[in-house]
């Protein structure tokens, strides 16, 4: 099965695409990052008495953040499903690329 030839406006819809996935790799770093500082991080360092008690109260700021950036990732993920499978009446770039990609 050869794909099809892409335009100018398929090329636009691919450039949507990678851009999404690049956000959605972005959101999930901030997510491992502010999740491991609240939940790993900061707890060790008060306990080691590297930091005062008072950055225990912080660790829910850290675990907000953490709530947020997945929910940024959702957000981007169902933009990349929605421009890569279900745009145009359900016929996507990757539907218009390869006709049968489900095969």
Do not use: C, Q
Not at 10 to 34: H, Q, R
Not at 45 to 66: C, D, I, N, Q
Request: proline share 4%; charged share 15%; no cysteine.
């Amino acid at each position: 099965m050869d794909p099809a030839h892409l335009g100018a406006a398929e090329w636009a819809e691919v450039g949507k695409l990678v851009t999404n996935l690049w956000f959605m790799v972005g959101m999930i770093v901030l997510f491992a990052t502010n999740m491991l500082i609240g939940h790993v991080f900061v707890p060790s360092l008060v306990a080691s008495r590297h930091l005062p008690e008072s950055f225990e109260r912080m660790r829910g700021v850290f675990y907000a953040l953490a709530i947020i950036s997945f929910a940024v990732f959702v957000f981007f993920l169902i933009r990349t499903i929605d421009v890569a499978v279900l745009a145009n009446d359900g016929n996507g770039i990757v539907d218009r690329f390869y006709p049968k990609f489900w095969i």
